[in-house]
Structure formats: structure tokens, C-alpha cells
């Protein structure tokens, strides 16, 4: 795909990190005036070769497949209304699932966020016709989905997950990550931005990782902004496999 933008995001839209990440990408954007390219990832996809029951928790075949039918949805807003409406429609998105208290995190909690019930007054909120919803169910979408989804992985190699960011598109330096558990500041927004570019853009540079991370602060996890979170190997939905 084509990009006209200073920087391409690439999401699933019920990956927490995803979602931390997009929140600090926004304030950096706003504060460099950057244009960003909301694209398609889908976790249900990149694992569509794995056994659920052995590599993850109950609920996350239903938290993935949810969020294929979310970006189906996406795709349905994109197709009529243009690029300039993903990011929105992602931001509302992830504000109803994880800036929310606590809700049941079983499979059928993860699955209802792939329903009409769940997206109507998303679209509704944000002016969109409620037809959009149809969407959830056109499995039509799904190559499409794919094709970002593979566009992303040739980018970075393909042992990653959510979410994908590439700078100066389509030439420029794309990675992994960050995957923060907290959000910063205006001011280290930028610090941690122009180091994250300065240690990508390196020719050289592979990879830097632990496992150990907090529980994100999100008030979907009980983990109010500000406060600190459990350390631990914390990682739902932000990596292909659980292990």
C-alpha cells in the first residue's frame, strides 16, 4: 500500500501494547505534526498455523478473532470514508476496551467485543453509518487484512507481533515495539521517540528485549494511569505465540 504519511502504524485493535503504544505515538505526532497511516495487523491471522488450546489461554482465540472482525469494520470505514477515518474509529476502539473499568476476561467477555452490540455505539459516537457493521461478518475483507498484515512482516521479519511502525514510509526504518506498559509525559514522549528512531535507524541494530514487563496501565487490567504495575511476564496479545 502506498503511504503518504510521516508514519505508518500497523495494529490489532485488542492488543493492549498496541494500544499503549498508539497513545504515545499520537502525543509525539501532535507535538512534531506528524500525518500517521493506521494499518491493518491481525493477530487471528498471523497465528492462523498455531493450536490455540497449546499455545494460549482459553480466551484468546476469541480475543483474536475478535479482532479480525474489528478490522474488518475498519476496513468497511476506510473503503467508504477514506484513511482519515481509521484513526479515529481505532481510537474509540480501544477507549471502550481498555480506558474502561474492568470487564469479564473470559471468552465470551473477548468475543463480545466482535459483536453489533459492541461496535453500534462506537459508530454511532462517531457519526459513522450503522451499517459498518455488517462488516464483522464479511469474511470478503479478510485477504485484504492479510495483505497488510504480510506487508508488515516484510518489513520486520516475521517472529513479531503488535504493533509494527515504519518512519518515512515506505523506504524508512520499520520495527517492533515499542512496547511500553505505561504512558509518558509530552516531554518523554519525545526523548523516547527520537531514541527509539536513533537505535533503529542504526544499519546494525537487530533486536533489545526482555520478558519481564508491568501490567499495562490501562483501567481494563485494574491498573489506574499513574500507579505502578505488577512486574511480571505479562505480555497478552502484543506477540504471536504466548511463549
Not at 15 to 40: E, H, I, L
Not at 184 to 196: F, Q
Not at 221 to 239: A, I, K, M
Request: a negative charge; one cysteine or more.
Amino acid at each position: 500500500m502506498a503511504s503518504q504519511t510521516d508514519l505508518d502504524f500497523w495494529f490489532d485493535p485488542v492488543c493492549p501494547f498496541a494500544w499503549m503504544t498508539s497513545k504515545w505515538v499520537r502525543s509525539v505526532a501532535r507535538q512534531r505534526d506528524y500525518t500517521v497511516g493506521w494499518r491493518f495487523i491481525s493477530l487471528r491471522q498471523l497465528n492462523a498455523g498455531v493450536d490455540y488450546d497449546s499455545h494460549f489461554p482459553p480466551e484468546y482465540e476469541a480475543q483474536h478473532t475478535a479482532g479480525l472482525r474489528l478490522l474488518r469494520v475498519a476496513s468497511s470505514i476506510r473503503d467508504r470514508h477514506g484513511d482519515e477515518a481509521v484513526g479515529p474509529f481505532y481510537e474509540a476502539l480501544g477507549t471502550a476496551i481498555f480506558d474502561t473499568e474492568p470487564a469479564p476476561d473470559d471468552a465470551e467477555g473477548q468475543a463480545r467485543r466482535g459483536t453489533p452490540e459492541f461496535v453500534a455505539p462506537i459508530l454511532a459516537g462517531l457519526d459513522l453509518p450503522a451499517d459498518h457493521a455488517d462488516a464483522l461478518d464479511d469474511a470478503g475483507r479478510d485477504a485484504g487484512i492479510q495483505q497488510e498484515t504480510d506487508c508488515a512482516l516484510e518489513l520486520t521479519g516475521k517472529d513479531v507481533g503488535t504493533p509494527i511502525l515504519q518512519f518515512s514510509p515506505p523506504t524508512g526504518v520499520a520495527f517492533f515495539g515499542p512496547v511500553i506498559s505505561r504512558l509518558p509525559d509530552d516531554a518523554d514522549a519525545l526523548e523516547l521517540w527520537d531514541h527509539v528512531i536513533g537505535l533503529a535507524s542504526f544499519p546494525g541494530f537487530a533486536e533489545m528485549k526482555r520478558s519481564l514487563r508491568e501490567r499495562p496501565q490501562l483501567r481494563a487490567f485494574g491498573v489506574e494511569p499513574g500507579t505502578e504495575g505488577l512486574t511480571e511476564d505479562w505480555h497478552q496479545g502484543s506477540r504471536r505465540q504466548k511463549k
